[in-house]
């Protein structure tokens, strides 16, 4: 364990890492670990991420919040991989904060925690904050068909009423859903007065029947 923080080149610790997760007793000693230097606790967390152990989610969160953005960045993987509940409330409250790179690697976490981040996200889509409402979008292009199916009602109303880039985005993780209100939505839009929205749900309307997605009336 001491060589897997300590040693300086990354392919060797990338080998270093592959062979301590795959050892059976390597979870106590990677969360006893974490109170290392941030340095070590980013490989420390890169590790606990192959791992995927739900039981480690506990000693993951503290680290969703830390002030070492790698850090961080690190922690919202590692709990998105878990794919457990308690992940989404340690990973909701950074949607729209930091840099691309920062938004980048939570909307990454989001897609690898799929179902049990989508509530979370659809009432984010909600939020007073712009920002918060498109990195939410975002995410949820990321997490996709079929985990993203409930909040194609969130989308929808988001597509309609938000301004346009965020609309655009919401359009796109809603018209990749095979949820029946998706149609409706998408032809409400194209009938609409709002020149933009009304292009944009023709061509999307198009796609998804190239595609077979919600052909049925």
């Known amino acids: 364990m001491s060589l897997l923080v300590a040693e300086p080149d990354f392919f060797v610790r990338e080998t270093l890492t592959w062979a301590v997760v795959r050892h059976p007793a390597a979870l106590p ?57 308690e992940a989404a409330p340690a990973l909701l409250p950074h949607l729209g904060t930091g840099e691309e790179e920062h938004r980048r690697e939570l909307a990454r976490a989001f897609e690898q925690l799929g179902e049990p981040g989508v509530a979370g996200l659809s009432e984010a889509l909600t939020s007073d904050d712009a920002e918060v409402r498109g990195h939410a979008a975002q ?33 796109e993780a809603l018209a990749a859903l095979d949820h029946p209100g998706v149609r409706p939505a998408l032809e409400q839009l194209r009938d609409g007065a709002d020149r933009f929205r009304a292009m944009t749900a023709q061509w999307l309307l198009a796609d998804r029947e190239e595609r077979g997605l919600g052909t049925a009336p």
């Open 139 to 171: 995410a949820l292009v990321l997490v996709g068909d079929p985990a993203g199916r409930p909040a194609a009602p969130a989308l929808a109303r988001m597509a309609q009423v938000d301004e346009q880039e965020n609309a655009l985005v919401a359009l």
């Open 29 to 85: 000693h990677l969360v006893a670990a974490l109170g290392s230097a941030p340095d070590a606790r980013v490989q420390v967390l890169h590790a606990l991420s192959k791992i995927q152990a739900p039981e480690a989610v506990g000693h993951i969160l503290p680290f969703a919040d830390d002030e070492d953005p790698a850090v961080a960045r690190k922690a919202w993987w590692a709990l998105g991989r878990t794919g457990t509940p």
